[in-house]
């Protein structure tokens, strides 16, 4: 943050009562995210569904969180994820500022998600995994041959200051000389 605070490097506190969701998800849904929301329409990216299964014998279950992914251009993205709900965790508070530099509370995190594709996704999203990961094992680095280099640039040129031999021999010398 910059510091120069144009509202005297106050915080506004308005929303901090208000609770908020926590959700870790792919990179690949975050960057789809992204791209839709930089698209001028401001349509839903996706919808939570939770379900409860009341006729379980014990009473109702623990409610299951997925998200269906919303838009008819999510690619490759599976979309439909599982979202697991985590009930212990180190309470958190949401911030954000402006490019003004105001910075604001939001809220406090009521529930923390991870976001994992659901089951009837989950080759494709395997498949997609893969490719990603050899992708970025192909290499783009290239090896250039310099003709006529002597190495000039690599060693050390005769009167660099400094300079310690690797010679064990010299070594001992040197050390010798600075204990008498």
């Known amino acids: 943050m910059d510091e120069d605070h144009s509202d005297g490097g106050f915080l506004d506190t308005g929303k901090a ?3 908020v969701w926590l959700m870790k998800c792919p990179v690949v849904v975050a960057k789809s995210w992204k791209s839709q929301a930089a698209s001028s329409d401001s ?3 996706a919808k939570v569904v939770l379900s409860l299964d009341l ?4 009473g109702p279950s623990s409610p299951q969180f997925t998200m269906e992914m919303a838009g008819p251009e999510t690619g490759r993205i599976p979309k439909i994820f599982s ?8 309470p958190m508070c949401v911030f954000s500022e402006t490019s003004q530099g ?3 509370m939001e809220g406090k995190v009521e529930h923390k998600f991870d976001m994992k594709p659901h089951e009837e996704n989950l080759e494709e999203y395997g498949r997609l995994c893969r490719e990603r990961t050899n992708k970025s094992m192909i290499k783009n680095r290239q090896i250039q041959v310099i003709d006529n ?3 000039v640039h690599m060693r050390p040129m005769p009167g660099m200051v400094g ?3 690797s010679n064990p021999k010299v070594l001992q010398d040197m050390v010798s000389r600075e204990l008498y």
């Open 83 to 90: 979202l697991n709900m985590f009930k212990d965790f180190v």
């Open 102 to 104: 105001k910075v604001a």
């Open 149 to 151: 280099d002597r190495g």
């Open 43 to 45: 349509q839903p990216v």
């Open 55 to 58: 006729l379980e014998s014990d």
């Open 163 to 165: 300079l310690i031999s």
């Open 17 to 19: 009562d208000r609770s």
